[in-house]
């Protein structure tokens, strides 16, 4: 790295007690938003926390926001504001509801920083506004890039507004990019866990419940991430958050079965000369550095140690049993408005799924035919993406008749 990048790498750090990072959690109640807590409580010299939203746990909501004081906090639930309010009504904390309230708060002025963590489409449109109002983005959300990566990025791209990533993947390859701005990838090679039902075949699927799907061995996450980790529909939807994220063709990304989750990624340059990024699987660490990114933080997280686990092991993905990714790739290289049709229809199947309305396999079968059925669209604007988003809804519920 020359030092005219450490200089510009330098500028964005802010370390004096009056200049800390203010942290905006949108999705504060989830998995990642846990954690990126816990990394803030260890270093509140360094961050404050100004908003939390969560959907409806306002009992997590009400602890987080007596605990941190933040400035303001939403509960995307109506319903619920009155108790939120009555709770926090000691402290300073203002509280707003609703799904609108959530756009709004993302246009204020009091932070820096988004944590974009909600889970879904639901996180697409705060973090738009964010990304309108200047703010720095460190993106868990990766359904946002799914759904209208282009739009997202561009606007990115206009406000020079960085989008850190969150997704270990993506954080392994970003980390991997430091001090290599002149070359050119010539491919990324993202790590898959295989989920709790690698190695195995159709006969076993069909009969696999949410209880067993719902284990997955290397990492404990939000519901639907870990349904998606099982039907590798996830590592389709970190293919097309990587393409938008480091501006690839879907050529370039590859994905490889890497069960011990040690690799989180890697980066194959031109000279052939392939750089990974290691460490034990633990959220806490990529979420740390997009929050204090371009610095790295001592900490005391569990270290991998070579002279215990021995055996990193890779294999090709399974696209004959998950077919999940076999559509993922599919919309990847079509393009359009098919990525956010397959993202809707992905989200009615698993919420189905999680309430034990249809089958793991039947999963694939309502993708596959929304993503048939919804009007194909070559370059979409964001209208379009929204209506695409409720016409592949709308049909995918009806075939589950949810
Ligand atoms: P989660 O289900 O544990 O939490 C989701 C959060 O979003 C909660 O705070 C919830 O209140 C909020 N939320 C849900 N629906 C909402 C809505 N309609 N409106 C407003 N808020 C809503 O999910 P998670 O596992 O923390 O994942 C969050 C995002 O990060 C997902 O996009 C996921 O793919 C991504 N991600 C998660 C992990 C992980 O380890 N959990 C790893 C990589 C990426
Ligand atoms: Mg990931």
């Known amino acids: 790295m020359?030092?005219?990048?450490?200089?510009?790498?330098?500028?964005?750090?802010?370390?004096?007690?009056?200049?800390?990072?203010?942290?905006?959690?949108?999705?504060?109640?989830?998995?990642?938003?846990?954690?990126?807590?816990?990394?803030?409580?260890?270093?509140?010299?360094?961050f404050s926390v100004e908003i939390l939203t969560a959907h409806s746990n306002d009992e997590l909501l009400i602890q987080q926001g007596l605990h941190l004081c933040p400035n303001i906090v939403v509960i995307a639930d109506e319903s619920k504001y009155l108790k939120v309010k009555e709770a926090l009504a000691t402290t300073d904390t203002k509280v707003f509801a609703g799904e609108k309230a959530l756009e709004e708060v993302a246009a204020m002025d009091c932070y820096d920083l988004m944590l974009a963590a909600i889970v879904g489409y639901a996180g697409l449109k705060p973090t738009?506004?964010?990304?309108?109002?200047?703010?720095?983005?460190?993106?868990?959300?990766?359904?946002?890039?799914?759904?209208?990566?282009?739009?997202?990025?561009?606007?990115?791209?206009?406000?020079?507004?960085?989008?850190?990533?969150?997704?270990?993947?993506?954080?392994?390859?970003?980390?991997?990019?430091?001090?290599?701005?002149?070359?050119?990838?010539e491919k990324i090679i993202l790590t898959a866990s295989g989920g709790p039902f690698l190695g195995r075949k159709t006969n076993y699927l069909v009969n696999v419940k949410?209880?067993?799907?719902?284990?997955?061995?290397?990492?404990?996450?939000?519901?639907?991430?870990?349904?998606?980790?099982?039907?590798?529909?996830?590592k389709g939807l970190e293919m097309i958050e990587a393409k938008w994220l480091f501006?690839?063709?879907?050529?370039?990304?590859?994905?490889?079965i890497h069960p011990q989750s040690i690799i989180h990624s890697m980066v194959q340059f031109e000279d052939g000369s392939i750089k990974a990024q290691m460490g034990l699987p633990d959220m806490k660490l990529p979420i740390q550095y997009a929050l204090a990114f371009p610095k790295r933080i001592k900490n005391d997280f569990p270290r991998y140690d070579f002279k215990k686990v021995n055996t990193l092991n890779f294999e090709e993905p399974d696209?004959?049993?998950?077919?999940?990714?076999?559509?993922?790739?599919?919309?990847?290289?079509?393009?359009?408005?098919?990525?956010?049709?397959?993202?809707?229809?992905?989200?009615?199947?698993?919420?189905a799924f999680l309430r034990n309305r249809i089958g793991f396999l039947e999963m694939t079968d309502v993708i596959e035919k929304t993503m048939q059925k919804v009007t194909f669209i070559t370059k979409p604007t964001l209208d379009e993406y929204f209506e695409s988003d409720g016409e592949a809804r709308t049909y995918a519920a009806d075939m589950i008749r949810l």
């Open 128 to 185: 738009l506004k964010a990304i309108s109002n200047g703010k720095t983005i460190a993106l868990a959300n990766k359904e946002t890039l799914v759904v209208a990566g282009d739009i997202v990025m561009r606007n990115a791209l206009e406000k020079r507004v960085p989008v850190i990533p969150v997704d270990t993947e993506h954080s392994a390859i970003f980390q991997c990019l430091v001090g290599e701005a002149r070359n050119r990838i």
């Open 2 to 46: 020359s030092d005219q990048t450490k200089i510009q790498f330098a500028s964005s750090i802010s370390t004096t007690e009056q200049n800390k990072k203010r942290i905006a959690i949108f999705g504060s109640t989830g998995s990642i938003g846990v954690q990126a807590l816990n990394v803030i409580a260890g270093n509140l010299d360094k």
């Open 210 to 234: 949410r209880e067993h799907a719902l284990q997955h061995p290397n990492w404990t996450m939000g519901a639907k991430i870990t349904i998606d980790s099982a039907t590798l529909m996830n």
């Open 319 to 351: 696209m004959k049993t998950f077919r999940n990714l076999v559509l993922a790739i599919e919309s990847l290289n079509k393009g359009g408005n098919l990525p956010c049709i397959m993202n809707a229809a992905n989200e009615i199947a698993v919420y």
């Open 247 to 256: 501006n690839l063709s879907p050529q370039q990304i590859q994905v490889v």
